[in-house]
């Protein structure tokens, strides 16, 4: 298989919501190949993914999304030897020019953004991919940059991993963008978010596992903020995180 700009989707839960995901990762106006990370899932996904993905990784119990975002990365860049990966979380919808847009902005490690509605992506709700209201493709922005990263959907290259490592597997799963934010401050690379909008059910996963799941996850994200305010003295999102990039 010829490998071209591999696109990584992790996935935990929710078919319905994966299906829409895989869909606009493979209405690129790119070439790509998809990855999907069947991560311990018990509700259809696996099954779904192996029929609709160029490559799949199955694991039998979940594990942290470091860890996932890690060997994956790994694999993309050590055994593929990859110039770039995409990322993206099964709780986002892309537009049919996000990947091309991220490349060629040429930054190491860019993002595209998060907005709450399809009607901010240029479509509305059931319309197809890729067709605004006019029933042209949408695919003219006006782009600008921030230094706010977003995590749900972002392009890294080969030398960022090199420079920076591995996401700490210490913070399992929440926080561990922000920490990564950090460490590429520390190593002097710029983290850019460009104005590429992309569709985000936020906090996707939590909304749709059982009970006992959502229970176990608070749970984890509350130990990794604990392990982030350990290593910086502060949490994400106060005047003294902010002060981290000064």
Known sequence: MS?????????????????????????????????????????????????????????????????????????????????????????????????????EDGGSFVTAVGVSSMAQMGWIEGSPLGVNQSNEVCVNLTLTRRPHPDFSCFLIRHEVCERVGGFDEHIVSWCSDCDYHVRMHQEGIEAACISVPFYHIASGTLKYVDPKTHEALCRQSDADREAFRRKYGCLPGTPEYTELFK
Not at 16 to 24: D, F, L, Q
Not at 34 to 43: E, V
Request: net charge neutral; charged share 20%.
């Open 3 to 103: 490998i071209e700009n591999l696109v990584i989707v992790p996935v935990r839960v929710n078919l319905p919501m994966t299906a829409r995901c895989v869909e606009s990762a493979h209405n690129q106006d790119i070439p790509v190949t998809l990855m999907c990370i069947d991560n311990g899932t018990t509700d259809g996904c696996g099954p779904w993914l192996r029929a609709n993905s160029d490559i799949v990784v199955s694991f039998t119990r979940p594990k942290g999304l470091s860890c996932v975002w890690n060997r994956m990365l790994a694999y993309a860049f050590d055994t593929l030897r990859l110039p770039w990966a995409l990322v993206m979380n099964n709780d986002t919808i892309l537009r049919p020019d996000t990947y091309r847009l991220l490349v």
